[in-house]
């Protein structure tokens, strides 16, 4: 199978800090990962598509200095959540894909709750 | 009028009843059709994977597609307790058309409860 993890899953923290959320691709190499954020009962948000080895594409509204993503390698991308805020507490999704025109695998979310 | 749309329920069953859940689009040039179900707290995981039209059928479930009406279901037969989750459609065009970044377009997912 395709199997994706997330690090950590679960994290609060207080308002001002920044948190880091790992996710990687176990048992495949992900030209592309994704970012989602997820509010209670709402769809999938996405956030922003990294491809590895370049800058990644943010959607519309969302801070790209807010959110940081660094897609370093085959396996691995961070989103660092800069200054955390209330607002900011969400569910963190993370996803990746083998090829271009290749589904995509879901890791199983952080949550992030801050105080 | 948004490029997916689906019911949110939620929609609660019996369990050994056959459950039909449904989403229909306006972008003509999505191609590839996929079902995710989500647990509670949990990322999603991919359910089923189809290409145009068609069904294409995995134990329980049965994924169709109809692209001349824009809609495509995921059929459970026989549904458990354990099928009780969200399910989300989700669908591209790969970017095969000029202008589209082939990122997946999702639906808001159903509610689903299945009552022992």
């Known amino acids: 199978g395709a199997v994706v993890s997330q690090h950590p899953s679960r994290v609060i923290c207080k308002s001002g800090t920044s948190v880091k959320i790992e996710c990687r691709s176990l048992?495949?190499?992900?030209?592309?990962m994704f970012w989602y954020r997820q509010f209670p009962k709402q769809s999938l948000m996405l956030m922003a598509t990294?491809?590895?080895?370049?800058?990644?594409?943010?959607e519309q509204g969302v801070e790209k200095d807010k959110f940081l993503i660094n897609h370093a390698s085959l396996t691995l991308s961070t989103l660092t959540v800069t200054s955390a805020h209330p607002e900011d507490s969400s569910f963190y999704i993370c996803?990746?894909?083998?090829?271009?025109?290749?589904?995509?695998?879901f890791g199983p979310g952080t949550r992030l709750l801050v105080l | 009028q948004k490029e997916v749309e689906q019911d949110p329920g939620p929609l609660s069953v019996p369990e050994g009843a056959i459950v039909s859940l449904n989403c229909t689009y306006s972008n003509s040039a999505f191609q590839y059709f996929m079902w995710y179900r989500q647990y509670s707290r949990k990322g999603p995981e991919l359910l089923m994977y189809t290409y145009s039209s068609g069904n294409k059928e995995d134990g329980r479930f049965t994924a169709q597609v109809d692209k001349s009406s824009k809609y495509i279901s995921l059929f459970i037969r026989d549904s458990q307790p354990s099928d009780s989750a969200t399910y989300l459609c989700a669908m591209t065009d790969w970017g095969n058309y000029g202008g589209s970044q082939g990122n997946l377009i999702f639906g808001k997912g159903t509610k689903l409860s299945v009552k022992p």
């Open positions: 990294s491809n590895e080895g370049s800058k990644a594409t943010y």
């Open positions: 996803s990746a894909r083998r090829g271009f025109q290749e589904t995509q695998y």
């Open positions: 048992d495949f190499q992900a030209t592309t």
